[in-house]
């Protein structure tokens, strides 16, 4: 018996940052994102021996343990590592050895929340085989916990819940860990011209978001103005967003991208850079309204809006850069997982 699991990677739209502590404690956040048509996979076959196997397909890279009831946290192949441990500290001992198969969509550090959906998608992989009483919020949550309390990886909430739920979601994010996902019924119409004319460019690099992260917190937890003012905003445009989606207002959405990218690079240091601020000028002098960089900024993936026909006339601009546009559709399923014997 084989048992799978599928998580989607997502965009955030808007509102990116505010669902990080200290900002949504005090203040509460709000962020908008969709998720798409790439995803993270886990597969467990369980074995007839007591040796626990990981492989990260699409890294390359393998481990070996006998079983036991925590696995060394070094640095290697620890998102496994982590759900595994806290698997058999809630939950109890696995059934047997096993050998659990991953593989991302997307590189590391690209921005799209790789990281935590692959997170969501072990999990889920280890909940269809233990049968594990998890809903999408106690999913979403103990992804969370693991990723940001156990592994002590900076970062905020919406990804982990991203990837359980799916589809469009205004997200509002409180203190002591409450989130409240709101799933938006936008029109198929509306949907499909958002997603014709969104156009999805990998600059080829990855960055350390945790860097980023720390340097958001610090600054509000020090109380500077400039970059709380600037959360505030961002937490704005996350209204504006999901106004413009819902009532069909899609011209607006470039708009309201550049208006949360001039926000997002007030916030911390590194957001930005020389080749990303040519990156967008050449997108915006070709015709695209708006963009962001994705996830916690510095590289990865860059979304930009491009309205008409414009998006063609975008993909030449940018070809100059070497980096690599990435089809894609907004799926509405979140982590699905099933089992094949």
Same mark, same amino acid.
């Given at each position: ?206 960055? @350390? ?9 610090? @600054? ?122």
């Amino acid at each position: 018996m084989i048992y799978r699991s599928k998580a989607p990677l997502r965009i955030g739209l808007a509102g990116g940052g505010t669902d990080v502590s200290p900002y949504c404690d005090i203040y509460g956040g709000a962020i908008l994102n969709a998720t798409i048509s790439m995803y993270a996979y886990a597969a467990i076959e369980p074995r007839n021996d007591d040796q626990i196997v990981i492989v990260a397909a699409d890294r390359k890279e393998s481990l070996r343990y006998e079983r036991e009831a925590a696995l060394p946290l070094d640095g290697t192949l620890d998102l496994v590592k982590g759900v595994y441990n806290r698997v058999v500290r809630q939950f109890g001992a696995v059934p047997s050895g096993f050998t659990i198969t991953t593989y991302v969509d997307a590189p590391a550090g690209s921005g799209l929340g790789s990281s935590s959906t692959l997170v969501v998608a072990i999990l889920g992989a280890f909940a269809e085989w233990m049968n594990l009483p998890l809903g999408e919020y106690d999913a979403a949550h103990l992804s969370y916990q693991i990723e940001r309390r156990d592994l002590q990886m900076a970062g905020g909430r919406q990804d982990q819940y991203a990837a359980t739920f799916g589809g469009v979601n205004f997200m509002e994010f409180y203190a002591e860990d409450k989130v409240v996902v709101n799933p938006l019924r936008v029109r198929p119409e509306y949907l499909r011209e958002l997603e014709q004319n969104l156009l999805l460019f990998y600059t080829s690099t990855s960055r @350390n978001s945790a860097t980023i992260i720390e340097a958001q917190s610090k @600054n509000v937890q020090e109380q500077k103005s400039a970059s709380i003012d600037a959360m505030h905003l961002l937490k704005e445009q996350a209204q504006m967003m999901k106004e413009a989606l819902l009532t069909g207002k899609v011209n607006r959405i470039g708009e309201i991208l550049d208006f949360g990218f001039q926000q997002k690079k007030k916030t911390a240091a590194g957001i930005s850079n020389l080749m990303i601020d040519e990156i967008y000028q050449t997108a915006l002098a070709a015709g695209a309204t708006g963009g962001k960089i994705s996830g916690a900024g510095g590289g990865g993936f860059m979304t930009f809006y491009c309205p008409g026909t414009t998006r063609y006339a975008v993909i030449g601009s940018l070809q100059r850069f070497d980096g690599e546009f990435r089809r894609f559709n907004i799926t509405g399923q979140g982590l699905f997982t099933w089992k094949v014997g």
